[in-house]
């Protein structure tokens, strides 16, 4: 055999293998349909009556929760109310984490689990478009550069002041701050998570896991005003990344709102890829371009985050190319729109699709 075709079957099977292993890491590990978290505090004629009130308050408090996860703000005014039997249906177990009980009293945490199939009934018969993913944890690191330079990671300013003021229960994209603490110190510092530098951001993610990492900056003098917002989002799993456009701001003052307006970014965005309409699907025929290993792999990668992509057959595979057929919910359009959040771009060339990690 050449030994040119000899190099072409070994990289074909190398991404063959690469492609399975994607496959099974990025499998879910959870549905989506659990609420955790949520704390109650009743009362009642008795603490029997206090504690089953305090239960059924929990799962009403967990189904919005889980309604604001799921469904967009413009459409939840289509989901009918439900009353507490049709509720408890909807209900597959309730995991008590702590609880308190006086006379007539009942304080507790609860993790309320859904069934899936019962929540898609109730929330799909309304024509209501879903978010069929689990949310996907943030961690933050604020940073604020000011003439000297940047400030340490543990430094309490107003910008990580107003990241630790943010509700982001119920979000798609919970967040967790940074400690700023010696380990995470050791990790990285506050001029490598300025810059980006990935191999830190890597190192200090062992300890957070999370699949998302928000590096969120302040410029400017913190006595003068005049700052200026930016910074940059990472992708963990798939290696992507986004920036947060830089914008002014008159003063401190303004920096809860930024904060609001970064954290609500990243949750549309992430809304926006979990987001499937089941009331049509179609399938496309694309071809991914392959010039490295590595191509191929963080195609196959991101398009298992995406709900709205039903299945992904890999009819050939070469060095140079894997032609696919794509599976999915929605418009083409729509996919578009879709791949191009997860940072895949979909295009025609000369009557043939290609699809490429941007």
Known sequence: MPIGRVFSTIAAALLAVLAANVAVAQSPGGTGYDVTGVDVDVTGADAVQARAQGIREARRKALGLLVNRMVSAEDRARLPQID????????????????????????????????????????????????????????????????????????????????????????????????????????????????????????????????TIIVATVDGDKASGGLTIGGMRYDTQTGARTEIPRIPVASASD??????????????????????????????????????????????????????VKAVTVKTLESDRADLKLDYFGTTEELQRTLAQAGLSLSQEAGQWQLQAR
């Open 84 to 211: 507490d039997a049709q509720l408890e249906n909807m209900v597959r177990g309730v995991e008590f984490v702590r609880e308190r009980s006086a006379p007539n009293r009942y304080i507790a945490t609860l993790n309320v689990v859904f069934a899936p199939d019962a929540v898609k009934s109730y929330l799909g018969g309304t024509g209501a478009r879903i978010v069929e993913t689990v949310p996907r944890p943030a961690l933050v690191i604020p940073l604020w550069k000011g003439p000297a330079g940047v400030e340490p990671l543990n430094d309490r300013n107003a910008w990580r002041e107003a990241w630790q003021q943010l509700d982001s229960a119920g979000s798609a994209v919970p967040v967790t701050l940074l400690r700023g603490d010696p380990t995470d110190q050791g990790a990285l510092s506050a001029e490598q998570a300025y810059v980006g530098d990935v191999s830190a951001l890597a190192r200090l993610n062992e300890r957070y896991r999370a699949p």
């Open 255 to 308: 920096l809860p709102a930024a904060v609001k307006a970064i954290h609500a970014k990243a949750d549309q965005d992430w809304r926006s890829i979990g987001t499937v309409r089941r009331d049509s699907q179609d399938s496309l025929d694309v071809v991914v371009p392959i010039r490295a290993l590595g191509d191929w792999v963080q195609v196959r990668q991101r398009l298992g985050a995406i709900p709205a």
